[in-house]
């Protein structure tokens, strides 16, 4: 598998350093794409040391920025011949943030990180996606996005660039799901965009997993003590990191692409009704997300605002 590649945003810690960790002992050459070098390098060593694989490469990328996601692009092709698998495993969310904070593109931090940059990864990694028999693109998603079950609950479009910041309440948690929103879309449209070449585009809804010391230190004590109970019964990271896995290279999904795809490894469909018992089973479920997420003007509405983003 040592000719086989897979990119890995986030994968320092997580889920996303789980699949490292996955990958790397199915033979696979691990590339993990991290923002903080100095943890990344001791997690690397490590997956290099337990797996014992010595192809886990390390690089760094921002997925906030498109100036770095380009030099990442820029400096992976030049080293790599091919690209099999991408994992778009990166997210933002800083809990209890109550600040409005703009990328250095000036695009709201969550939209930046968690749906336009990883974006304009795959568009600038297609070309090499394309060179593999097997291309696969996976798009780690939420449940938050169940939150769009409520008729109310819509994408501020008009305020992704900071529009009316200072102005509006700002809700990290709301910015969060909605940019997680913004990613399920998107990956319906790339997913129609690259078919012709052969490149797979999915999603995954990732449930709940252990939250790590470093995150559950950062809620409130109310959230803490929530977050700490639920932990008891919350599953591995490693549970996640194999659906990632098994998404990304079995026979299974081989020729699957534009679908949500659930904890279960499951296609999710999307809703049919959203009232009475239909809508119950809709937000305690996980076969269904919401008509939002397919309606076409808000599909080309995001991938307008993110084409014409990474124009800038």
């Not at 990344?40 to 770095?68: C, G, P, R, W, Y």
């Amino acid at each position: 598998m040592t000719d086989r590649i897979v990119v890995i945003t986030g994968a320092n810690s997580g889920i996303g350093k789980a699949a490292a960790y996955k990958f790397a002992t199915q033979g696979y050459c691990v590339v993990m794409a991290c923002r903080n070098m100095e943890i990344s390098e001791a997690v690397q060593h490590q997956i290099i040391a337990s797996s014992n694989n010595t192809n886990v490469d390390l690089m760094k990328l921002d997925v906030s920025s498109f100036t770095s996601i380009r030099a990442f692009c820029s400096a992976f092709t030049n080293k790599y011949p091919h690209l099999d698998i991408l994992i778009h495993n990166a997210a933002y969310l800083n809990h209890g943030e109550k600040e409005y904070k703009l990328s250095p593109e000036h695009i709201e931090m969550s939209f930046a990180t968690n749906a336009f940059g990883p974006m304009l990864m795959t568009r600038l990694l297609a070309d090499h996606l394309e060179r593999s028999p097997d291309p696969r693109v996976l798009n780690a998603c939420t449940t938050n996005i169940k939150n769009f079950f409520d008729p109310k609950r819509k994408i501020d479009f008009d305020n992704l660039r900071g529009e009316f910041r200072g102005m509006r309440r700002h809700s990290t948690y709301k910015m969060y799901g909605d940019s997680k929103m913004a990613l399920l879309m998107l990956t319906f449209k790339m997913a129609e965009q690259l078919k012709s070449r052969g490149i797979k585009v999915n999603a995954l809804q990732i449930n709940r997993v252990k939250l790590s010391k470093e995150t559950i230190h950062k809620l409130s004590p109310f959230w803490k003590v929530l977050a700490l109970a639920q932990n008891i019964t919350n599953p591995l990271p490693s549970i996640m990191a194999d659906n990632y896995y098994q998404i990304c290279t079995s026979d299974e999904f081989s020729q699957v692409t534009g679908q949500l795809i659930n904890h279960k490894l499951e296609i999710v469909q999307p809703s049919v009704s959203e009232k009475g018992f239909a809508q119950l089973k809709n937000i305690f479920g996980s076969a269904t997300y919401p008509q939002y997420a397919t309606d076409k003007h808000n599909i080309e509405k995001i991938w307008s605002i993110g084409i014409n983003a990474h124009k800038e």
